[in-house]
């Protein structure tokens, strides 16, 4: 807890310190998202025309609803597209979601340094949901965001990743327990499950990152980045969570 409180003072010291030096995001164009989508972002690859459409349309409202902001950089049409589709991929199952408890997007163009690492482990995840003063702000690295979204990001998208700690926040709670998205009954099994998984993770049983171990909102947001980017293969190795994140997310992406 005193860590993390000189980590969120370091947060806002910095964001202050560099927020003169922010660069506004240019008025919303209506840009053509669709080949940097079609180029860039696996999941809308495999989605059908309708879907295609729709997700075009989430995306355009997304952007409408959020003010990007790059700190020392420029933000460009493709960090955009990349930000909006970490946001709708995993809400694509409930078309009228908006997000509540986001106004802005802090967009660094690298990793954080040590200091301003707020996600550890051996993985050097960099973003944050922030909380208290920062409620409302989300800071990702653009070379986390790229990355999660290349061929070699494995089973790891970092921006998917924070955009399911604000989901599972929305209810006031970050908890590995998204209440909104998951009837009351569930809840249980739920947390029975993800236990079961964090004692294999900690047995070496389990290819799920040990970042996941942190606690049950790691664990939900790391098991979420790997349903998503590698559907198939998190499928056949997780049944059980497979169907589980399924019925949170109200998608089957490994259809
Ligand atoms: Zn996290």
Redesign the pocket.
């Known amino acids: 807890m005193y860590i993390f409180l000189i980590v969120l003072i370091i947060a806002l010291a910095a964001y202050f310190l560099f927020k003169k030096k922010t660069v506004q995001t240019p008025p919303l164009t209506t840009f053509n998202p669709k080949p940097l989508l079609e180029a860039n972002v696996t999941y809308y690859q495999k989605l059908d025309d309708n879907e295609k459409t729709r997700f075009e349309k989430q995306l355009h409202a997304f952007l409408a609803d959020t003010h990007i902001e790059g700190v020392g950089t420029e933000i460009t049409e493709l960090d955009r597209v990349l930000i909006a589709s970490s946001a709708i991929i995993p809400i694509f199952g409930f078309p009228s979601w908006r997000y509540q408890n986001l106004t802005n997007i802090i967009l660094y163009p690298d990793t954080f340094d040590g200091e301003f690492q ?2 550890g482990g051996g993985r050097n ?1 960099l ?3 922030g909380s208290g003063y920062m409620n409302g702000q989300m800071l990702l690295s653009r070379a986390a965001l790229t990355k999660g979204f290349s061929k070699s990001a494995g089973s790891e998208n970092a921006a998917i ?2 955009f ?2 604000l989901l599972d926040k929305s209810d006031g709670a970050t908890d590995g327990v998204p209440e909104n998205l998951l009837a009351h009954e569930y809840a249980a099994p739920w947390l029975h499950l993800m236990h079961v998984e964090m004692h294999r993770i900690e047995s070496n049983k389990s290819d799920i990152n040990p ?1 996941a171990l ?1 606690n049950e ?2 664990f939900f ?2 098991v979420a980045e790997y349903f998503f980017e590698k559907p198939q293969q998190f499928e056949a190795k997780h049944p059980e969570l497979y169907q589980q994140l399924g019925l949170i997310f109200q998608q089957k992406p490994a259809e």
């Open positions: 707020f996600e995840i973003g944050m949901v990743h924070e399911v700690h970042y942190t909102a790691e947001a790391v």
